[in-house]
């Protein structure tokens, strides 16, 4: 079985659905936990979504390194390098990886709301899992993950272009 990466994003959803989400004012530290978890959730749904689209849409080397290795073939001691390289600044190398032009107007635009809302939702679960003192509200969390699953539509819509 394959996991579905953008059922992180659905559990992001049922997360916030909580009835603990819907009392309390101020936020409650259980409210808080619920929406850290979810943010982190929807990121990490639509980043691993980006993930597989750059390996099985457009082939993207690094990801193929990867596959590779996952099937127990060996690597070449410059495509181990490469691959490890890459993975030490991962997310940073799939955000540059849907920068590059596809020289098509319509992919482009999508690969760029693509990156851009992956940015933002990265910078809200940096922010999710690192600052304490941030205090989260529903309706920026439901946001963020409506922002995620727009995303994943971006994807499939690059996916089906192919």
């Known amino acids: 079985m394959t996991f579905k990466w953008a059922s992180y994003i659905s559990l992001a959803e049922t997360l916030i659905t909580d009835p603990v989400c819907n009392s309390a004012s101020p936020p409650s530290d259980e409210q808080q936990a619920i929406y850290r978890a979810a943010l982190s959730r ?11 689209y750059l390996r099985d849409v457009e082939r993207d080397e690094v990801f193929q390194l990867q596959l590779r ?37 319509q992919r482009n635009r999508l690969r760029k709301a693509l990156r851009k809302e992956l940015g933002e939702l990265k910078e809200r679960r940096i922010e999710s899992d690192y600052r304490e003192t941030a205090t989260f509200r529903y309706n920026s969390v439901k946001s963020a993950i409506r922002d995620a699953q727009v995303a994943v539509g971006h994807i499939m819509q690059l996916s089906s272009q192919r």
């Open 42 to 52: 929807a990121y990490y749904g639509l980043f691993n979504c980006a993930c597989n």
């Open 69 to 105: 290795k996952n099937q127990g073939l060996t690597l070449s001691f410059a495509e181990e390098n490469q691959l490890k390289l890459a993975q030490a600044a991962i997310h940073t190398y799939v955000s540059n990886q849907l920068a590059i032009d596809a020289r098509d107007a």
